[in-house]
C-alpha cells in the first residue's frame, strides 16, 4: 500500500454562492493529491509524458458527507493499493481541519501509449518503483493525521 | 422518466495539455445540464433556493469512454427516472456530434433545508410537477439524437 | 468595426461564496466572446490553429461596474475596432438582463506561428475575411440591446 | 512598502490545448497571492469577512510576457506600495524557476460593507496592522528571488 498526503487550502474560487467547495472541483484536489503522490515515490508526472505514456481517467466516484469552507486546510490523503497493470485505481479521501472524512473517492486511471494511442501496460521503471515502495514502511502506514 | 437535452460547446478553458476536456470539468457540464432540465420543466433551480431548498450533490459517478476536444458541440442528455423524495438521483450520458457517448455517470443530489441545514423532502409544488411531466409524452422519450 | 454578441447563463460553478460570479471567470466569458465572433465572421479559431496560427493574450483589462448574479442570462459584446496586423485588440461589454453595463474591457491577442514559435502578421485569408466584414452593414452597427 | 511571495505548483488542470496556463487563471494565482499577503500580515482575508467587510475587485490589468508550464514552479510576487483607503491597488508578479517574469499586472480592490453594500473606509485595525508592517524591514524589501 502507499499512501501520502497534500495540503490544499480553500481559495475564493473554490467556493460557490453556497458558500462551499462546489461539487465539481474535487476532481481536481483529488489530482492535485495523485500527482503529489507520484512526486513523493521519487518522479513526477511529468517524466511519465516524457516516456510517452498517458494517464486518462476512465471513470471516478466521489461519495460527499460533509462540505468544505473558504479558507479551510484540507488533508487529500491519496492511496494505493494494489500494483498497476493497464488500468490504474486510485483512492482519495479528504479531511477537514478537525479531522472530519469531507468526502472519499475513487479514480480509475489507465496507462496509455501517447504514440499509438491504445492502452499499454505500465511501464517498467515504474511498476519497479511502486514494488520497491509497497516494501518501504514510510509509505505503508497512513500517517495519523490528528 | 424525463429527458432532456442540452448542447454544450467545448472552449479553450475546458480543455487540459493534453488537448482534450478535463476530466473533472465534466462535472461542470452534468450540472449544466441538470439546471436547463429544471428550466424546461417549467421553473428554475434558482426558485427552489428561494423557498429555502438547497440540492447538494451526495454523489457522483462518471465513467469516460471517448475524449471530448475544442470546438465540439456536445449533447448532454439529462435524465431522470424516478420521482425524487429526500434523495434525486439524475442520470447523465454526453454524445459528440458523431452521436458517440463519451461519458456517462449519475449525480445524486438530496433536498436540504437551508433554514434548519437538515435533509427535507422534496417541496409539493416539485414533486406534483414532476407528476405531471412525468405523464406528459414530450419529456416521455428521449429526443432521437442523429 | 466588427460588432457581435453573445449570450451566456451564469451557472453554480462561476459564482463564488460572495454569491456573484468570480472576478477571475469573466475573462473565460469574454474569450467565449471572441470565439463565437470569429465563428459569426464564418470560419473558427480551430481553422485558424490548423494554419498553424495561434493567438495567445498579450494583455488584459477589466474594468468591473457591477456583479452578476446566479442564473442571470448575460449579453457579450465583442468589438473589433481595427484590422489587426501582428497584434490583435478586441474590446469586450458585458450586459445583465437590464442593460446595466456590468464590465467592459481588452484584450490583447498576438498572432503566433505554431512552427516557429514567434510573431507573425496575421494570415491573408483572416485579413481579407475582415475588411470584408468590415464593409458588411449588419457587422457594423451594434445590435440594440435593449 | 509590503512584498510577500508565495509557491504555486502548476497542474493539469491549469493548462490549456496549447500547453501551457489558460491565460484567465493568472486571476486566480493572483487572488492566491493576494490571500497570503494578508495570512502573512498576522490575520486572514476570512477575518476582514467576520468584520462585514468585503472586498470586491474594481479593475484588472495583466500583461503576460511568457507562458507557464505543467508542473512549473511559480513564485507570485505581492505588493502593496501604498496604504489603502477606500480603494486598495496590489500589484503581483508571477516568475517561474528560471526567474524570468511570466507576467505581471494590477488589481484594484474596493473596501465593501456587507452590511451597506457601499464603499467603506478601510477598517482601522487593518490600516494599524499596515502601518506597522510598513516599518517592518522584513516586508519591505522583494525577497532575493535567485
Not at 103 to 112: I, R
Given at each position: 500500500?502507499?499512501?501520502t498526503?497534500?495540503?490544499?487550502?480553500?481559495?475564493?474560487?473554490?467556493?460557490?454562492?453556497?458558500?462551499?467547495?462546489?461539487?465539481?472541483?474535487?476532481?481536481?484536489?483529488?489530482?492535485?493529491?495523485?500527482?503529489?503522490?507520484?512526486?513523493?515515490?521519487?518522479?513526477?508526472?511529468?517524466?511519465?509524458?516524457?516516456?510517452?505514456?498517458?494517464?486518462?481517467?476512465?471513470?471516478?466516484?466521489i461519495?460527499?458527507?460533509?462540505?468544505?469552507?473558504?479558507?479551510?486546510?484540507?488533508?487529500?490523503?491519496?492511496?494505493?493499493?494494489?500494483?498497476p497493470?493497464?488500468?490504474?485505481?486510485?483512492?482519495?479521501?479528504?479531511?477537514?481541519?478537525?479531522?472530519?472524512?469531507?468526502?472519499?473517492?475513487?479514480?480509475?486511471?489507465?496507462?496509455?501509449?501517447?504514440?499509438?494511442?491504445?492502452?499499454?501496460?505500465?511501464?517498467?521503471?515504474?511498476?519497479?518503483?511502486?514494488?520497491?515502495?509497497?516494501?518501504?514502511?514510510?509509505?505503508?502506514?497512513?500517517?495519523?493525521?490528528?
Open positions: 500500500m502507499i499512501v498526503e497534500t495540503k490544499i487550502r480553500v481559495y475564493y474560487q473554490d467556493t460557490d454562492k453556497m458558500g462551499v467547495v462546489y461539487y465539481g472541483n474535487y476532481a481536481r484536489y483529488y489530482e492535485i493529491g495523485r500527482t503529489e503522490m507520484i512526486r513523493e515515490m521519487g518522479f513526477t508526472y511529468k517524466q511519465l509524458e516524457e516516456y510517452k505514456v498517458l494517464l486518462p481517467a476512465r471513470s471516478l466516484k461519495n460527499y458527507f460533509k462540505s468544505a469552507y473558504y479558507d479551510d486546510l484540507l488533508t487529500v490523503r491519496t492511496i494505493v493499493e494494489t500494483i497493470k493497464v488500468k490504474f485505481p486510485i483512492k482519495t479521501e479528504i479531511y477537514n481541519e478537525k479531522g472530519e472524512l469531507i468526502n472519499s473517492g475513487e479514480t480509475v486511471l489507465a496507462f496509455y501509449s501517447a504514440i499509438t494511442n491504445k492502452p499499454v501496460a505500465a511501464p517498467k521503471f515504474f511498476i519497479d518503483e511502486m514494488l520497491r515502495i509497497f516494501q518501504n514502511e514510510q509509505f505503508q502506514t497512513a500517517p495519523k493525521l490528528f
